[in-house]
């Protein structure tokens, strides 16, 4: 019998405490000290252990709603990531007994309210063109108002659903606007591609040009050489009578006219002198 009740009463004595929890020790009531993780003893009947986790926790909110600033409704799912201190273990416990309460009294509370003000001040298309901002700003509100011993880690957004009609009209514009950029790339192209025809163009009619201008100027060249050579064979002739005459010998073929007048001239024995 003395056996059963030492054992009782060393049962009663120890407590255990888990990794990622610390032990809030009561002494009839009264917070006297934090047992850290492991095997500890205490004062039976009159002492108690709570365990309070310190390990990283999440909270998930869905179904919250807001209006954007262009009063465009939305549901969103929230979750938060926080932890304990350590050293503010006691506090949790003497200000909410459990971490429960706390995420009930301290979190919960103030999502709505923030989530609020922070998505009322971004319109529908920035809300979601700036998410990664808007989670900031959300998670940087709520940090202020979590006043407690509570790190607020992060906050995210995991989605946002507007209304059927905001997202169909949303992707009614967005289907326009592929429509005028298909339009104006279709413009582009065709300008560039008229572009080319002009400057193929441009380039035969330069090539053109420039033959014909090639080909006058070897008409004009020959025709100046053969005036020249014209001039230079008159010259000649002028300053050589006996020229003429020895040129028409030089042509003659030894052929007399086969009709000739009687008592007439050889015709090429006596040439006239045309330089006269």
Known sequence: MAFIILAVLVYLSSYTVNQGDRGVVLRLGKVVRIAE???GLKYPFIESVVDIPVRHDAMLYDNMGAYSRDQQPAKMTVSVNFHIL?????????SYGTVAN???KLIARQIPTQLE????????????????????????????????????????IENIDFSPAYE??????????VAIATREQNLQTEKIQAEIVVTQAQAAANSKLA???????????????????????????KDNPGMLSLTTAERWDGKLPSTMIPGG????IRTPDTTK
Not at 222 to 231: L, M, P, Q, S, T
Not at 265 to 268: D, E, H, K, N
């Open 265 to 268: 001239a050889v015709p090429f």
């Open 86 to 94: 350590p050293s503010e273990v006691a506090r949790v416990y003497a």
């Open 211 to 237: 033959t014909a201008k090639a080909d006058a100027e070897s008409i004009r060249l020959k025709g100046a050489a053969e005036a020249e050579a014209i001039r230079e064979k008159g010259a000649a002739i």
């Open 168 to 177: 169909k009209s949303v992707e009614d514009r967005m289907k326009a606007e």
């Open 117 to 156: 003000n922070i998505f009322g001040q971004y319109t529908a298309i920035s809300a979601v063109q700036d998410r990664a901002k808007l989670v900031l700003d959300l998670q940087n509100a709520l940090r202020k108002s979590v006043a407690g011993p509570v790190v607020i880690d992060s906050v995210q």
């Open 102 to 104: 706390m995420k009930t």
């Open 37 to 39: 993780p492991g095997f």
